[in-house]
């Protein structure tokens, strides 16, 4: 059983979101304020909303500033996500707003998560700063190439609780946008596991899709990050639209099984990305038309359910040249890489 905590970064916004995540079974959410459309007295409502809904509450800052990290550890966030750290000063700001005495310069006042000062242990200011410094984790990103290199010795800063992985914005960085499977991307995220470990930081990892999730609890991560709510959202949805369409009108008599019926599904749309991906001259709104389709793709990929329908093909009712040919994983793969590939491409002309 993997033992790595589970989270997702927050986008939607919402209290009844909020609370129905902590109906999933997740660890932990990250309210993201630096994508997210999120002002300070909204983060402060979904905070008190996953922690009644026994979530614990990150927060995604949007600056590297003594107002951006007050302001969220005083409204009660129990863990600051620092993004676009470029140098070890920086860090070392960030421990300076973040912590009491001795480790940093944090200003005092009590607020909601001791009760204004009502409860004890905001009796004793030595307690209570301990307290807050306990309650609250500073994890900045590793998501730049100077980040990297720094790496070691922000990991080994006093104060600093963890480091997360921005496998995305890292790889653009390094000049191999969102080519996750390149050998420089994968050195460099064993790089940042290593210095964790060595220092005794926790690790944190962003994760796309569930075998990339897997993968790094596997490799050791503490902790992997999935997705974004809007987009498994999106994508479940999707999901039970697709498997309700292949249901309209089925004759258990006459009509070939559910999973028979997703691969002929899948391979149709394995032939359109082909026969796209064929011709020189595609544009990338023909390309971009097609985003919906290789993301349903990709997704049945991802989760591996293509491998079962194959192995619940009991029957053998599959054609052989179709279990030999393009619905295969090196198929399934090599198109998806090379549709990603030609869509980077003209999208950039």
């Known amino acids: 059983m993997r033992t790595a905590s589970f989270g997702t970064f927050?986008?939607?916004?919402?209290?009844?979101?909020?609370?129905?995540?902590?109906?999933?079974?997740?660890?932990?959410?990250?309210?993201?304020?630096?994508?997210?459309?999120?002002?300070?007295?909204?983060?402060?409502?979904?905070?008190?909303?996953?922690?009644?809904?026994?979530?614990?509450?990150?927060?995604?800052?949007?600056?590297?500033?003594?107002?951006?990290?007050?302001?969220?550890?005083?409204?009660?966030?129990?863990?600051?996500?620092?993004?676009?750290?470029?140098?070890?000063?920086?860090?070392k700001e960030l421990v300076d707003y973040s912590r009491f005495p001795p480790l940093g310069r944090r200003g005092y006042c009590p607020n909601r998560t001791t009760g204004w000062g009502a409860n004890p242990q905001a009796q004793d200011v030595f307690s209570y700063m301990a307290e807050c410094d306990r309650r609250c984790k500073l994890i900045p990103q590793c998501e730049t190439r100077e980040s990297l290199e720094h790496i070691e010795e922000i990991a080994a800063l006093p104060g600093v609780d963890g480091i997360f992985i921005g496998p995305c914005d890292l790889s653009i960085d390094l000049g191999i946008p969102l080519q996750f499977d390149d050998p420089l991307l994968t050195a460099s995220i064993e790089r940042i596991l290593r210095a964790c470990r060595e220092y005794g930081k926790e690790s944190y990892i962003f994760a796309g899709n569930l075998n990339d999730a897997v993968k790094w609890a596997d490799r050791g991560f503490d902790s992997v990050t999935f997705s974004l709510d809007a987009s498994v959202f999106i994508q479940a949805y999707r999901n039970l639209l697709h498997e309700f369409r292949q249901e309209e009108n089925f004759d258990e008599e006459k009509d070939p099984p559910l999973q028979i019926?997703?691969?002929?599904?899948?391979?149709?749309?394995?032939?359109?990305?082909?026969?796209?991906?064929?011709?020189?001259?595609?544009?990338?709104?023909a390309l971009d038309a097609c985003r919906a389709k290789a993301d349903e793709l990709a997704a049945y990929y991802a989760g591996e359910e293509w491998k079962r329908d194959f192995a619940d093909d009991e029957a053998g009712l599959l054609p052989k040249d179709l279990r030999r040919g393009v619905l295969s994983e090196d198929g399934i793969s090599n198109v998806l890489d090379d549709y990603r590939d030609r869509l980077t491409e003209t999208g950039a002309e």
């Open 10 to 91: 927050f986008e939607m916004g919402g209290r009844g979101v909020m609370e129905a995540l902590g109906h999933t079974g997740l660890d932990y959410v990250i309210i993201d304020t630096e994508h997210g459309p999120f002002s300070e007295e909204t983060t402060a409502d979904l905070i008190v909303a996953a922690e009644n809904s026994g979530l614990l509450p990150y927060v995604r800052i949007n600056g590297i500033s003594r107002h951006a990290v007050l302001r969220m550890l005083d409204i009660g966030a129990r863990g600051l996500i620092v993004p676009n750290i470029r140098s070890v000063d920086q860090v």
């Open 261 to 285: 019926r997703r691969i002929m599904h899948f391979e149709t749309i394995l032939h359109e990305l082909q026969k796209l991906l064929s011709d020189p001259a595609v544009t990338f709104a």
